[in-house]
Nanobody, 113 residues
Framework: QVQLVESGGGLVQPGGSLRLSCAAS????????MGWYRQAPGKQRELVAV?????FTNYADSVKGRFTISRENAKNYLQMNSLKPEDTAVYYC?????????WGQGTQVTVSS
């Protein structure tokens, strides 16, 4: 019943920008936080950014100062600036409802010249 629809991924040159979006719909009772994880080949999935209902945000050290997460109701955005090749990964939207996490299918971000 719950769907997370991600968009905005693609190919970008180093130093470029992308904006990811994630729209949640379905039977989520309430959303306590929304965020983004990413997974590169051969690596574990890692937290990139998260935004809480209060508006408080957390970021991975590797993206601080470059990425910004925002939220509007059941939709969130991840603005990614000054992208680096090491940002290349599949990015997954994550939504925490009542005692359960929901995941998007993932969107590919490739940073390459």
């Amino acid at each position: 019943q719950v769907q997370l629809v991600e968009s905005g991924g693609g190919l970008v040159q180093p130093g470029g920008s992308l904006r990811l979006s994630c729209a949640a719909s379905g039977s989520i009772f309430s959303i306590s936080r929304m965020g983004w994880y990413r997974q590169a080949p051969g690596k574990q999935r890692e937290l990139v950014a998260v935004i809480f209902n209060s508006g408080f945000t957390n970021y991975a050290d590797s993206v601080k100062g470059r990425f910004t997460i925002s939220r509007e109701n059941a939709k969130n955005y991840l603005q990614m600036n000054s992208l680096k090749p090491e940002d290349t990964a599949v990015y997954y939207c994550n939504v925490r409802g009542v005692g359960i996490d929901y995941w998007g299918q993932g969107t590919q971000v490739t940073v390459s010249s």
